[in-house]
């Protein structure tokens, strides 16, 4: 029988999310306030992307001006012509989605309290958020 498989990351920790997640909720996550780490951790990317573009807005309509399907503000896209297109709609409605169903509603209707888990899971996917804006402000360093 062949050898049993083994993924090269095994376990998702604190310590392997995105330094702006760990900087926003590394405290209340370690401090077992994990409702509201996930908040602050999405409220991170609300501030990041304000401040990085300059758009006085927030939430959704931060997120639809930010991500605008031509590129033309924060591009997230790695890929050229429609493969491209279709990342950035994706993103778009992945941003967006996040400021509508995590970020307004707030964390504490998320998942049951306490539950570290799950609140790790949002931080996950909160650090993959702020790693997208890392790539598209790296991409836009690289063009000028």
Do not use: W
Request: proline share 7%.
């Amino acid at each position: 029988a062949p050898p049993p498989r083994i993924a090269p990351v095994r376990r998702l920790t604190f310590e392997n999310l995105h330094p702006a997640v760990q900087e926003a909720a590394g405290s209340l996550f370690a401090d077992g306030h994990y409702e509201s780490a996930v908040s602050e951790a999405f409220k991170s990317i609300e501030v990041r992307v304000r401040e990085t573009t300059g758009l006085a807005k927030s939430g959704a309509p931060l997120m639809g001006d930010a991500f605008k399907m031509d590129g033309s503000v924060l591009d997230v896209a790695s890929h050229e012509g429609r493969s491209g297109e279709d990342e950035r709609e994706g993103f778009l409605h992945i941003f967006r989605g996040a400021m509508l169903g995590i970020r307004n509603p707030g964390a504490h209707e998320l998942f049951p309290p306490g539950d570290p888990q799950q609140a790790r899971e949002y931080l996950g996917f909160a650090s993959l958020l702020h790693r997208r804006i890392d790539a598209s402000l790296a991409k836009q360093a690289g063009s000028e």
